[in-house]
């Protein structure tokens, strides 16, 4: 299984881009999708998660102006950006949780990571 990310670069200050990320690979199905990023010198942080569902949550940092979003069919998950900030400068992740079965059937759940795609915001 393997989680891409694509979308990222450089962009100014209340400007907008759209992150995707697509799951690939012998899956079952997909339960969770998150968003991380991680800004140079800081830990990794959860930005926004989505269910199997829908059912969203976000950061207090980014609420009102990220959307996150899925498309089950395409095991693709999005997220929105917009009104960016300097602040929001990071490379974000793309983690899932993934149940996927073996030759012989048995059934697994393992949460993968994506290898990051970089967005900076700058003037």
């Known amino acids: 299984v393997q989680l891409v990310e694509s979308g990222g670069g450089l962009v100014q200050p209340g400007g907008s881009l759209r992150l995707s990320c697509v799951a690939s690979g012998s899956i079952l199905s997909i339960g969770g999708m998150h968003w991380y990023r991680q800004a140079p010198g800081k830990e990794r942080e959860l930005v926004a998660s989505?269910?199997?569902?829908?059912?969203?949550n976000y950061a207090d940092s980014v609420k009102g102006r990220f959307t996150i979003s899925r498309d089950n069919a395409k095991n693709t998950v999005y997220l929105q950006m917009n009104s960016l900030k300097p602040d929001d400068t990071a490379t974000y992740y793309c983690?899932?949780?993934?149940?996927?079965?073996?030759?012989?059937?048995?059934?697994?759940?393992?949460?993968?990571w994506g290898k990051g795609t970089l967005v900076t915001v700058s003037s």
């Open positions: 989505i269910g199997s569902g829908g059912t969203t």
């Open positions: 983690n899932a949780d993934i149940f996927t079965s073996n030759d012989y059937g048995r059934v697994s759940l393992m949460n993968y």
